[in-house]
């Protein structure tokens, strides 16, 4: 071998090495699966669910569907008195989870149904979820990575010809990652 191949194998080397020593683990988990929470993140999954919020798990995304309903006044359109404590297991939950990715983004979506006005649906729809936000952030949730949208009656999940149906569009749906 000549000199000049010698060197580009010794540059080949040093650019190898340089690249290797810039490597780091990640120090979130890539995919985090149902096998890899603790027992206490079950736990919380558990005591989420039972308290009436809706848990759907579709690959890293979690969505839980609060109904509201349940979770606030009709008339005064505030969070109900004992309402407030699954909203601190749900920030509670949402502040581990967000630390298995890089950049989390959690989205806090509100709808009605169509018995308002549209004004006043897109209104209702965006208090309901800044107050469900407002919660969240108040027991730690980070404020750069949640955005609040209020939706009115946009994609409804059952008819608003029947009062049942109308309950099921009346929530709000906070997504993560």
Not at 94 to 118: E, M, Q, S
Not at 148 to 164: D, E, I, L, Q, R
Request: hydrophobic share 40%; aromatic share 12%.
């Amino acid at each position: 071998m000549n000199k000049l191949q010698w060197i580009r194998i010794l540059i080949l080397f040093v650019l190898a090495l340089g690249l290797t020593a810039c490597y780091r683990e990640p120090n979130y988990i890539e995919k985090p699966e149902w096998r890899s929470f603790t027992s206490q993140q079950k736990e919380l999954l558990w005591k989420i669910q039972a308290s009436g919020i809706q848990i759907i798990k579709q690959g890293m995304y979690f969505t839980f569907i609060i109904p509201t309903d349940c979770f606030f006044t009709k008339d005064a359109r505030e969070l109900k008195p004992r309402r407030e404590i699954d909203l601190d297991r749900l920030a509670q939950f949402l502040n581990r989870y967000a630390t298995y990715f890089a950049h989390p983004k959690i989205t806090i979506n509100g709808y009605t149904d169509k018995v308002w006005l549209a004004p006043a649906r897109n209104l209702l729809s965006l208090h309901y979820a800044e107050t469900i936000a407002t919660y969240l952030r108040e027991d730690g949730l980070d404020s750069k990575i949640v955005l609040v949208v209020g939706n009115g009656a946009k994609h409804p999940v059952g008819s608003n010809n029947y009062p049942m149906g109308a309950s099921f569009n009346r929530r709000v749906v906070v997504t993560i990652p």
